[in-house]
């Protein structure tokens, strides 16, 4: 083990030295990958050196997601302590279900829990669990509020039509859970947004009422903390009083910007959250921790119980439910997620966590200013975003974006609303700088004028 572990110590060096000089990874084409890199597996293993050199080119070629060009995703950056719990994680090798196997990692997943109520003020009893994902968050509060209007569910299935509710602009893990758990993709209402592509709250009580006059059973509305695209917040305090009006189980879909949670200036975005049944946040994003770390909570945590516990002698054999954490979780095996937020957390505290929030909005304005005085630029996106949206020269974005990449200088997605298509820039690596920011912008006209204007004019 020794071994290996200087051999991953050798690779980790080479990855940090990939990353600084060559920030943005030459893309190997599809049709090339597997005679690009030999990544066959075969009945003859290797000896150290030839996997060593093996592993170099892969990591040579892999994305580099950590480094100051990387701007595509929701995710982005890396931040030691963080990782230090994820490589923690991996050498204890604990499986989160028991007390008995995972031992004090299950306080650590209960502390991190309880302290996130805390700070979103739900009631004390309130509790909840880690997932592999945001899509996976989203499923199990959809199942969780599904068995809460009918408890039969669990046993009997479904048997009448039952409706959600969620924004146009939310994220498309919601139709496919509502396909996945039963409920079907024709039952989810697709709410419409105004221009900044928040939640119309009309025109969502206008489908509940719609709904109930054609005997469906609404269940569920799904408020967005942070679209994918513009990186809107929907009023929670607006559907709040919907969802109580119609009884109705209200989730608010952090995945994205539930950060804000940890900033005093910004967390005026979620009021109302308080009154929501349940609330997911993956700390993966904002936070700047490792893939994956998606946390759900819940003012329902007898739910929790009903939806996912199952009774097994074999497994459940010391201590009580509340410390056997597989009695609320959808997977039974399931690695240890919440040491890398507890050691990022416990080293630099809430007000660190803070900061970091704080830090993405500002490097958003930074952006947003960049491109308010530069006529060559259309801005999309508003204030109180960290998703910055812009079209430069009236280029395509979607060949704008493929441009960048191909010829490896920087990694940006694009995206579209209403009828529109454009680059969507996301300010979410806290490790960057102004001089970053307005870099990104310079290499953008760099490779328009260099490699996409002179190609065009030729």
């Known amino acids: 083990m020794q071994k290996d572990l200087q051999l991953f110590i050798e690779l980790a060096e080479q990855l940090l030295s990939e990353e600084e000089k060559h920030p943005v990874a030459q893309p190997i084409p599809t049709s090339s990958l597997y005679s690009a890199l030999d990544l066959s597996l075969n009945s003859e293993g290797v000896v150290d050196s030839e996997l060593i050199e093996n592993l170099k080119s892969i990591i040579k070629s892999t994305p580099k997601t950590a480094t100051k060009s990387f701007f595509n995703q929701l995710f982005g950056g890396r931040i030691g302590k963080a990782t230090l719990g994820d490589l923690l994680a991996v050498m204890l090798n604990n499986s989160m279900y028991t007390y008995k196997v995972a031992g004090p990692q299950v306080g650590i997943e209960k502390q991190v829990l309880k302290n996130i109520c805390n700070l979103i003020d739900y009631s004390q009893d309130s509790d909840g669990t880690f997932a592999p994902g945001g899509s996976m968050s989203n499923m199990m509060v959809l199942i969780m509020a599904r068995d809460a209007k009918n408890s039969a569910i669990r046993t009997e299935g479904i048997s009448t039509k039952m409706t959600l509710y969620t924004s146009a602009e939310s994220h498309y893990s919601i139709s496919k859970n509502a396909a996945l758990t039963g409920i079907g993709r024709k039952q989810v209402r697709l709410v419409n947004t105004d221009e900044r592509g928040e939640m119309l709250i009309d025109h969502l009580e206008t489908l ?228 970053d920011i307005l870099a990104f912008f310079k290499t953008l006209e760099m490779h328009v004028n260099d490699k996409m204007l002179k190609i065009s004019t030729s």
Not at 296 to 310: A, C, D, G, K, R
Request: glycine share 6%.
């Open 208 to 435: 509940i009422k719609i709904d109930l006059a054609n005997n469906y059973i609404p269940f569920f509305i799904n408020a967005t903390a942070g679209t994918t695209v513009l990186g809107a917040f929907d009023d929670i305090e607006a559907i709040s009083k919907i969802s109580k009006k119609y009884s109705l189980w209200l989730h608010v879909d952090g995945a994205y910007c539930g950060g804000v949670i940890f900033s005093k200036k910004y967390k005026h975005l979620i009021e109302g959250l308080k009154h929501s049944d349940s609330f997911s946040i993956n700390a993966h994003k904002m936070l700047g921790t490792p893939l994956s770390c998606s946390i759900i909570v819940t003012q329902h945590p007898e739910q929790l119980h009903h939806s996912f516990s199952n009774e097994a002698d074999y497994l459940y054999q010391t201590d009580g439910d509340d410390f056997n954490l597989g009695k609320t979780s959808m997977q039974c095996g399931r690695r240890n997620d919440a040491l890398k937020i507890w050691t990022l957390w416990k080293s630099v505290g809430t007000k660190g966590l803070e900061k970091i929030v704080n830090k993405q909005f500002k490097l958003a304005e930074i952006a947003r200013a960049y491109i308010k005085s530069n006529s060559n630029y259309k801005l999309y996106s508003f204030d109180d975003s960290i998703s910055v949206c812009f079209n430069y020269k009236d280029i395509d974005a979607k060949a704008l974006c493929t441009s960048l990449y191909e010829h490896a200088d920087l990694m940006v997605g694009f995206g579209s609303f209403k009828g529109e298509q454009f680059v969507r820039m996301v300010t979410i690596n806290s490790a960057l700088e102004e001089n």
